[in-house]
Nanobody
Framework: QVQLVESGGGLVQAGGSLRLSCAAS????????MGWFRQAPGKERDFVAA????????LHADSVKGRFTISRDSAKNTVYLQMNSLKPEDTAVYYC?????????????????WGHGTQVTVSS
C-alpha cells in the first residue's frame, strides 16, 4: 500500500520561503512519477509541479515557474517542493501525489495515490 505523508507547511510572510516534503513508502518508486497539487478554499485542486522519479525530469505550472522547484531524494524516498518568493495567492492545502509510470503529468486524474495535505498560508 502506497503511503504519502506531507510535511513542512506553515504560516509565512509574502516574499518568504518554505520547503515541503513528501515521504513515500510502500513501493519501489523508480517506476513512478510524483506530483504536487494545491487546493485553495472554494477552488479546484490545481497542478503545481511533477517529477519523474527515475529520470528526474520536471514539470512546473506557469504560475510557479521561477519560484517553486520540485526535486526528489531517492535514498530517502522523499519528494520536495521548494517554494520561494511566496505570494498570498499561494495560500492553499498542498497535496503530494503518485502515479505509476515514468511520465510526468499535470492531470489530477492521472494520479493514483494522494497524501492528506499540508496547509500553506502566506500573509500579505
Amino acid at each position: 500500500q502506497v503511503q504519502l505523508v506531507e510535511s513542512g507547511g506553515g504560516l509565512v510572510q509574502a516574499g518568504g520561503s518554505l520547503r515541503l516534503s513528501c515521504a513515500a513508502s510502500g513501493r519501489t518508486f523508480s517506476s513512478y512519477a510524483m506530483g504536487w497539487f494545491r487546493q485553495a478554499p472554494g477552488k479546484e485542486r490545481d497542478f503545481v509541479a511533477a517529477i519523474s522519479w527515475s529520470y528526474g525530469t520536471t514539470l512546473h505550472a506557469d504560475s510557479v515557474k521561477g519560484r517553486f522547484t520540485i526535486s526528489r531524494d531517492s535514498a530517502k524516498n522523499t519528494v520536495y517542493l521548494q517554494m520561494n518568493s511566496l505570494k498570498p495567492e499561494d495560500t492553499a492545502v498542498y497535496y503530494c501525489a503518485a502515479r505509476f509510470g515514468w511520465a510526468r503529468s499535470s492531470e489530477r486524474d492521472a494520479y493514483n495515490y494522494w497524501g492528506h495535505g499540508t496547509q500553506v498560508t502566506v500573509s500579505s
